[in-house]
């Protein structure tokens, strides 16, 4: 093991930039932008995505870290996490959630463009003590999330066959990616993230990622239940990929700054699929509802 530790330490930067290009990579050869463009003419729709992603996010984020005793770096991660919403394995949570696919398609795209322009701008000034840059915050987020997602996109709208053809490949890449990073975690860190798991960090991202899903959904302001349970889905989730980027650009960041980022990936998996099951049951008793309106009438 004390031969392994180097080589681990050595690779795992690499491998976040793998995990994060090709997790974004297969997002890109997801959208279709005839679904975009339709969300970018809904005003209400931008409108909700802008309050809930970049307003109430970074406010109940930093509400939970003024009300529980969390240590620094813990701090730094909700903050971050707030202002990055809408994990890359979504759309697989919307078709079991019974939600509304091309609205999933919409969203991921433009929460992700949103997290490029926000996270900068917004971090330093609700992270105490953040010296970096906006430039030097907004390099990572550009080269590794916004760049491999336009790439992904551009392939999608002028070859379709082609990004047909890739998309296994590259969301194979992105799933054996992600999997190596939890591993080389675990390995790594594995006794950093049991000392996380009692220092209300766990209880942190709980509270956030359950109390922003139960809000968005609640207040849909007109919206579809398949349309909620997407926008639920997506601002209840964080982008990870965005956060761990974010995080390695800070220097001589704290590693529970990681390893607190990379349970947020594992956590937000297992709430993912609870609170998939459960809308794709407010989603039956939605539709049973209209036929039932239907048939009376």
């Known amino acids: 093991m004390n031969e392994l530790m180097p080589f681990l330490q ?11 290009v090709s997790n974004l990579g297969a997002m890109g050869l997801q959208v279709k932008m005839p679904e975009v463009v339709a969300a970018l003419r ?52 919307v ?34 003590g953040l010296t970096i840059s906006v430039g030097a915050l907004a390099k990572p987020l550009v080269l590794t999330i ?39 975690c675990l390995v790594i860190y594995g006794r950093g993230m049991l000392d996380t798991a009692g220092q209300y960090a766990l209880l942190a991202m709980t509270l956030f990622m359950v109390g922003m899903a139960l809000i968005t959904y609640g207040f849909g302001f007109g919206m579809k239940q398949n349309q909620r349970s997407v926008m639920a889905l997506g601002m209840g989730t ?25 349970m947020w990936t594992l956590w937000s998996v297992v709430l993912a699929g609870i609170g998939a099951r459960i809308f794709a049951r407010l989603a039956d008793k939605a539709e049973a509802k209209v036929s039932t309106g239907a048939s009376a009438g």
């Open 42 to 93: 809904n005003k209400k729709s931008i409108a909700l995505i802008f309050v809930w992603g970049w307003v109430l996010g970074p406010l109940f984020g930093y509400l939970i870290t003024r009300v529980l005793p969390l240590a620094e770096p813990y701090v730094v991660v909700v903050l971050l996490a707030s202002l990055a919403p809408c994990a890359p394995f979504i759309q697989q949570m």
């Open 146 to 184: 916004l760049l491999p997602l336009v790439i992904g996109a551009a392939i999608r709208y002028r070859a379709d066959a082609v990004a047909v053809r890739i998309f296994p490949a590259v969301k194979g890449i992105a799933m054996l990616s992600t999997l190596l990073t939890i591993v080389w």
């Open 238 to 262: 964080r982008n990870v990929a965005a956060v761990l980027a974010a995080a390695l650009a800070i220097p001589d960041a704290d590693p529970r700054i990681v390893v607190m980022t990379i």
């Open 95 to 128: 078709s079991k959630a019974g939600g509304d696919i091309g609205f999933a398609g919409a969203l991921i795209p433009l929460v992700a463009v949103g997290t490029v322009v926000f996270m900068p701008v917004m971090a330093p000034l609700l992270i105490q």
């Open 10 to 20: 050595a690779t795992f930067g690499p491998l976040v930039l793998i995990f994060t």
